[in-house]
Nanobody, 116 residues
């Protein structure tokens, strides 16, 4: 079965940390570019971390220096380490897998809430 399953979300205080995981199944994981997106209530889904075609990590300014994307191809898993979390980081976080010539894949999402 082809799927992406995220985990690791939850409630955290401002300044805290969380690590999200996304496990892929049914795909040749190492062939896919992996990304993390988030969607806050009432807002469009936005990219927060991605690997480009050269395997380099890219981040928007809003999370640069606080978020780190990494992957373990042997475990078919991509991670998102989030530090110094802020209330504006609240949202549903989605894993995204893309490969030229194949259907893009989305996970079901995991909720992250940053609040005191």
């Amino acid at each position: 079965q082809v799927q992406l399953v995220e985990s690791g979300g939850g409630l955290v205080q401002p300044g805290g940390s969380l690590t999200l995981s996304c496990v892929a199944s049914g795909i040749s994981f190492r062939m896919y570019r992996m990304s993390w997106f988030r969607q806050a209530p009432g807002k469009q889904r936005e990219s927060v971390a991605r690997f480009d075609g050269n395997g380099s990590a890219n981040y928007p300014d809003s999370v640069k220096g606080r978020f780190t994307i990494s992957r373990d191809n042997a475990a078919n898993t991509v991670y998102l380490q989030m530090n110094n979390l802020k209330p504006e980081d609240t949202g549903v976080y989605y894993c995204y897998a893309y490969r030229v010539g194949s259907n893009a894949l989305w996970g079901q999402g995991t909720q992250v809430t940053v609040s005191s």
